[in-house]
C-alpha cells in the first residue's frame, strides 16, 4: 500500500486558490492564462480510512508540496502544475502532478467565498520504486481563514486558507479489496494549509 501514499499525496486543494488567483487576471487581457499564483501548501495524507479491508492499518505522512496555479480567461478553469513529497516510512518519493480546477461556483457564491469547491482532473508522475503516470478525481474543499481573520493584512495572510481533499485513483495499479478485486472507492484524504507566496508577471 506504500506506492498509494506516493501518488495520492502528490494532489492537494487547488481549487480553494480560485478566489486568489482571480486579482491575477487583471494582466494580458489577450492571453487566456494569466499571471501565475505560487502557494505553499504543507499538510498531512492518510491512506485507508475509508473502504480499507479489515486489518489493514491507516497510514499518514507528512506532506510537503508547492504548487503554481494558473488563472485563466474562464472562470470556470484554472491551470495547476507543481511538485511534492511526503515523509514517513516509505512514502519519501518526489512527484509532479498537473491537471486543472473546475470551481463549484453555487457554494462559494451561498457562502460569500469563504467556502470553496472544486472538482480537480489530475494527472500525477511518481518517480522510485514506481514510476510512472495515473490519473486522479478530486473533490477539493478550502475554508478561507484569511479572509475572515486577516483581511486587512498582506496578501500572504487574508490568503491563509485551510484544504481538505477526497482524492480518488482512476487509472493505474488499484488497491485489492477483501476478495483480491480492484477496489474502485477506495479514496485518499489530504488536509493541510494553503499559503499564498506571491503572485506572477
Do not use: C
Not at 10 to 29: I, K, N, R
Not at 103 to 120: C, E, K, Q, R, Y
Not at 161 to 167: P, R, T, V
Request: net charge neutral; hydrophobic share 45%; aromatic share 12%.
Amino acid at each position: 500500500m506504500q506506492r498509494f501514499v506516493k501518488y495520492a499525496t502528490t494532489l492537494a486543494l487547488l481549487g480553494a486558490f480560485a478566489p486568489a488567483a482571480a486579482s491575477a487576471q487583471d494582466t494580458e487581457p489577450s492571453t487566456f492564462f494569466k499571471a501565475p499564483v505560487f502557494v505553499l501548501q504543507p499538510g498531512g495524507v492518510t491512506t485507508n480510512a475509508i473502504s480499507a479491508p479489515e486489518g489493514l492499518d491507516t497510514q499518514t505522512s507528512f506532506n510537503a508540496r508547492f504548487a503554481t496555479v494558473l488563472p485563466s480567461a474562464s472562470p470556470w478553469f484554472l491551470g495547476v502544475f507543481g511538485a511534492q513529497v511526503a515523509t514517513g516510512g516509505h512514502a519519501g518519493t518526489p512527484n509532479i502532478f498537473y491537471g486543472g480546477i473546475i470551481p463549484i461556483a453555487a457554494l462559494s457564491s451561498a457562502t460569500g467565498g469563504m467556502l470553496n469547491l472544486s472538482i480537480d482532473p489530475l494527472g500525477v508522475t511518481t518517480f522510485g520504486g514506481t514510476n510512472g503516470t495515473f490519473f486522479f478525481m478530486e473533490a477539493a474543499f478550502t475554508f478561507q481563514v484569511g479572509r475572515m481573520m486577516f483581511a486587512n493584512m498582506s496578501p500572504m495572510w487574508s490568503g491563509l486558507g485551510i484544504y481538505f481533499l477526497i482524492d480518488q485513483q482512476v487509472s493505474g495499479p488499484l488497491p485489492r479489496d477483501e476478495e483480491g478485486n480492484k477496489d474502485r472507492f477506495r479514496p485518499i484524504l489530504l488536509y493541510g494549509l494553503n499559503i499564498p507566496l506571491g503572485f506572477g508577471k
